[in-house]
């Protein structure tokens, strides 16, 4: 839970804000006192994510954000196709270097502030066919480094998180058979499946005063898993 009003007067942008992580973090910060600008794809999980969070009577509201087409999702398990490796980095890498790169002068404009980005611990641990995927996550660690230079001109710092197993539908199918999660968890010294707020007090520690001289750093919330490249 949150224990006090961190941002109050903030605006914050967070991505893929309907579900799971997303929508963790966005709660939590508007629990912190700011206005969140959460955004999907989709027009109906937009609504509702906004409806629910404001009759929780937090200051949100919502955009139409979508980057990626679905037939490329579903590929991305089915094969590991050139075209796949291209929309993969199209989507985590490079989209998000031009998010960064629009409204960084609005950040800067402002007065500073701070990004997070969301990569993940298959950065780290590669396996099966999402190899294309992992390699887009190890990139996204290089990418916070390379832009510290120049966000810290901006009076902006860039930090990012690195999730291990947290429980949400994009990673359903490594928990909702007991027997795969005990397998899995066999990995994870903790010994448990994290939750998505769990991601979301971590954000909000990067995002605030408690991290003023904390930039370029990519924290692993993985329950102990293997964290080395």
């Given at each position: 839970?949150?224990?006090?009003?961190?941002?109050?007067?903030?605006?914050?942008?967070?991505?893929?804000?309907?579900?799971?992580?997303?929508?963790?973090?966005?709660?939590?910060?508007?629990?912190?006192?700011?206005?969140?600008?959460?955004?999907?794809?989709?027009?109906?999980?937009?609504?509702?994510?906004?409806?629910?969070?404001?009759?929780?009577?937090?200051?949100?509201?919502?955009?139409?954000?979508?980057?990626?087409?679905?037939?490329?999702?579903?590929?991305?398990?089915?094969?590991?196709?050139?075209?796949?490796?291209?929309?993969?980095?199209?989507?985590?890498?490079?989209?998000?270097?031009?998010?960064?790169?629009?409204?960084?002068?609005?950040?800067?404009?402002?007065?500073?502030?701070?990004?997070?980005?969301?990569?993940?611990?298959?950065?780290?641990?590669?396996?099966?066919?999402?190899?294309?995927?992992?390699?887009?996550?190890?990139?996204?660690?290089?990418?916070?480094?390379?832009?510290?230079?120049?966000?810290?001109?901006?009076?902006?710092?860039?930090?990012?998180?690195?999730?291990?197993?947290?429980?949400?539908?994009?990673?359903?199918?490594?928990?909702?058979?007991?027997?795969?999660l005990a397998d899995t968890l066999k990995s994870v010294p903790m010994n448990r499946i994290g939750e998505p707020s769990e991601c979301?007090?971590?954000?909000?520690?990067?995002?605030?005063?408690?991290?003023?001289?904390?930039?370029?750093?990519?924290?692993?919330?993985a329950g102990g898993q293997s964290s080395r490249l």
């Open positions: 839970m949150s224990s006090g009003k961190r941002f109050p007067g903030k605006v914050v942008i967070v991505t893929a804000s309907t579900d799971g992580i997303g929508l963790a973090i966005a709660k939590r910060l508007a629990e912190d006192g700011a206005h969140v600008m959460i955004s999907s794809r989709t027009q109906k999980n937009v609504d509702a994510a906004v409806d629910q969070l404001r009759s929780e009577g937090l200051s949100v509201s919502g955009i139409v954000c979508h980057v990626a087409k679905e037939e490329h999702r579903r590929k991305l398990i089915e094969e590991t196709s050139e075209s796949v490796w291209d929309k993969i980095f199209e989507v985590n890498v490079k989209a998000t270097f031009l998010l960064v790169k629009e409204i960084a002068p609005y950040i800067e404009k402002r007065g500073g502030g701070s990004i997070v980005l969301v990569s993940s611990i298959g950065g780290f641990v590669f396996g099966g066919l999402l190899g294309a995927y992992g390699t887009s996550k190890t990139a996204m660690f290089g990418l916070t480094k390379a832009l510290v230079p120049q966000c810290a001109g901006m009076n902006i710092r860039i930090n990012c998180i690195a999730p291990g197993l947290i429980r949400t539908r994009f990673s359903e199918a490594l928990w909702k058979d007991p027997d795969v979301a007090g971590v954000v909000s520690f990067l995002c605030s005063e408690d991290a003023s001289y904390v930039t370029g750093e990519t924290i692993v919330i």
